[in-house]
């Protein structure tokens, strides 16, 4: 039945391009002959024309859908991929060149000269739409095969290092966490941990992992902070280091003051004016599409910050909250607010932060040098 619809849409196209040419009168017994011709055509294909079919599951196509953001560098590699498809469609389109209006324009043309063109006609167009389907069909099941890991791959490369292990990673897990709980993932915590948090089965089991795993998770941060090497951090290293050492001796209020006053001190420094565009007002009313601007990456790392700075207002009567606001720990003193759950949580948010920045400055450098290179190789 499929064949059936595909070859009525061929007929169709076919008359598409006769009603662009000049219109010749025909007598009823020539009208007779194209007609016989596309129904030898239609005969002939039904048994040679049947492609495999092919489906990608809906999980990759929910990756591709949650990499909407991809870069024209990624798109030009899928396009690159896409392109034996194309040429292989291409080709078979050119099987049907030659069926058009043009052998019908002489009226001279005879009723055996016509049944011999048809004949003609007949057999190379079968010969030529089988070879060209089994080459369809054969291009087609290579560029499926090789186009699915790459997608995969290409996916992968869109999250930080800790989370490209984790398989079936949906970026809809990853916005509950970044954006709803406000804990971070960028960078840290290692991929067994960060794992946990994504399979985790709510906000209050996420909050027991960072209980349970404090000790491993400060080691992520200190591994991760350590790491820079951009000029652009270098002044705020010394003070991550400083409140990890103090969460680690058991310092946690310590710990967590100083963790306010650094990740404050990043958001100023690295958006400027800019800030309020990322944190929630005092009404209410600003909505995060902001954040809507961002690449993949860059919404991972700064997402924690909507929740970081949820507005807490003591003279407004606000109660004071339990999971980490920078807010509270900057204008209140209360065990509600200061615990080592959260102390370790805005350790989270600093050192995320600091090891996203330093990618940037990273990258920036790299630019300078190359075209730093080009401008004395033009020399």
């Given at each position: 039945m499929r064949d059936d619809e595909n070859m009525e849409e061929l007929a169709d196209d076919i008359g598409e391009i006769g009603d662009a040419k000049e219109h010749i009168d025909l007598t009823p017994k020539q009208e007779m002959t194209p007609r016989r011709t596309m129904e030898s055509i239609q005969r002939s294909l039904a048994p040679t024309a049947k492609l495999q079919t092919f489906t990608i599951s809906d999980s990759t196509l929910k990756n591709i859908a949650a990499i909407s953001r991809v870069a024209e560098t990624q798109q030009a590699t899928v396009a690159s991929a896409m392109k034996p498809l194309l040429d292989v469609q291409s080709a078979w389109?050119?099987?049907?060149?030659?069926?058009?209006?043009?052998?019908?324009?002489?009226?001279?043309?005879?009723?055996?000269?016509?049944?011999?063109?048809?004949?003609?006609?007949?057999?190379?167009?079968?010969?030529?739409?089988?070879?060209?389907?089994?080459?369809?069909?054969?291009?087609?099941?290579?560029?499926?095969?090789?186009?699915?890991?790459?997608?995969?791959?290409?996916?992968a490369a869109f999250y930080p290092p800790n989370l490209r292990s984790i398989e079936s990673l949906q970026f809809e897990e990853v916005e509950q966490i970044v954006m709803v709980d406000g804990i971070p993932l960028y960078g840290l915590p290692r991929a067994a941990t960060a794992e946990a948090l994504i399979r985790a089965d709510g906000a209050s089991k996420r909050r027991d992992i960072l209980g349970r795993r404090w000790k491993t998770i400060s080691a992520d941060c200190r591994t991760a902070v350590e790491g820079c090497t951009s000029g652009a951090v270098a002044p705020y290293i010394s003070f991550a280091v400083a409140a990890l050492d103090a969460l680690d001796a058991g310092h946690t209020e310590a710990a967590q003051a100083l963790a306010g006053s650094l990740v404050d001190a990043i958001l100023n420094s690295y958006f400027g004016k800019n800030r309020t565009k990322y944190t929630p007002d005092r009404k209410g009313k600003r909505t995060k599409d902001a954040y809507d601007e961002f690449s993949v990456r860059q919404f991972i790392a700064f997402a924690p910050l909507w929740q970081t700075y949820q507005q807490f207002f003591v003279t407004d009567g606000d109660k004071v909250p339990t999971t980490f606001s920078r807010n509270a720990t900057a204008h209140t003193v209360s065990p509600r607010q200061f615990s080592r759950r959260n102390a370790l949580q805005g350790l989270m948010v600093a050192c995320s932060l600091l090891y996203r920045l330093d990618e940037e400055a990273a990258i920036a450098e790299s630019d300078e040098s190359t075209m730093a290179d080009g401008a004395s190789e033009s020399r």
């Open positions: 389109h050119k099987q049907f060149v030659v069926i058009n209006s043009d052998i019908f324009k002489s009226l001279d043309l005879t009723q055996a000269s016509l049944n011999l063109v048809a004949s003609q006609l007949t057999g190379n167009t079968d010969f030529g739409i089988a070879q060209s389907a089994a080459k369809f069909a054969a291009h087609q099941t290579t560029w499926l095969k090789g186009i699915g890991p790459a997608i995969a791959a290409m996916h």
